[in-house]
């Protein structure tokens, strides 16, 4: 039964968030329950998490590197964001971010704050990136000096339009809200804010939907 449930699942979720069914009762109090309960409940990806952790440009060449330099291997594999602080003059080197872009392979997005720690915006990684091949030819000079003069100017969404991403849901709103914005949206993840505007994390869609899947499961397995 539980596998059926859940074949179904991706079919009632769309119901759901397309407003043609308002109610999952029929799966049980848990699945209602885990729709309604607010999105901040779910581990968020941010500075702390484990899964997907942030990487912080800590200041001046010097200490960037150190900093980087006591990263350990496993460390560095495992980060896929590397956060950089908006309207910060004379902080950021070239030299230092393509640093960190090779030893930090896995890098998918760089994750825009202000100097209060407001998000800003999501860059994608690739707009810094040439591709594959000889490190040296690995990096679009051009890209990183106008993002290095855009964090100054305070105006990185600006600077970059097309690329910048900047979606963000209330981390009081219910999980099933949340995905339906994010399916209108046709995006994968947001910046979680609190109501006063303070960024909490990252949400993937992803997520929303394995933790009601993991309540149909628990709903047909009782």
Not at 93 to 99: D, G, N, T, V
Not at 107 to 131: A, D, H, M
Request: negative net charge; hydrophobic residues 45%; charged residues 20%.
């Amino acid at each position: 039964m539980h596998w059926l449930a859940l074949a179904m699942l991706p079919v009632i979720v769309s119901l759901f968030v397309g407003g043609f069914i308002t109610s999952f009762k029929g799966f049980g109090v848990e699945l209602e329950a885990t729709l309604q309960k607010p999105v901040k409940s779910l581990d968020l990806t941010g500075a702390d998490s484990v899964s997907v952790a942030v990487a912080d440009i800590p200041g001046d060449e010097k200490r960037s590197l150190s900093h980087l330099q006591s990263v350990s291997i496993d460390g560095k594999l495992k980060t896929r964001w590397l956060r950089l602080t908006s309207g910060r003059q004379g902080y950021y080197e070239s030299s230092a971010i393509q640093r960190y872009l090779s030893e930090l392979p896995n890098i998918i997005y760089l994750e825009i704050l202000s100097t209060s720690g407001k998000f800003i915006c999501f860059l994608p990684i690739s707009v810094f990136r040439n591709g594959l091949g000889d490190i040296r030819q690995a990096f679009n000079q051009e890209n990183i000096r106008k993002l290095i003069e855009a964090i100054e100017a305070d105006d990185v969404p600006k600077a970059f339009p097309e690329s910048a991403l900047s979606l963000t849901v209330s981390s009081d709103k219910s999980m099933i809200d949340v995905l339906k914005v994010m399916r209108s949206e046709n995006a994968q993840f947001a910046a979680v804010v609190t109501p006063i505007g303070d960024y909490s994390g990252v949400v993937f869609s992803d997520d929303i939907e394995r933790k009601i899947a993991d309540s149909v499961l628990l709903a047909t397995a009782a």
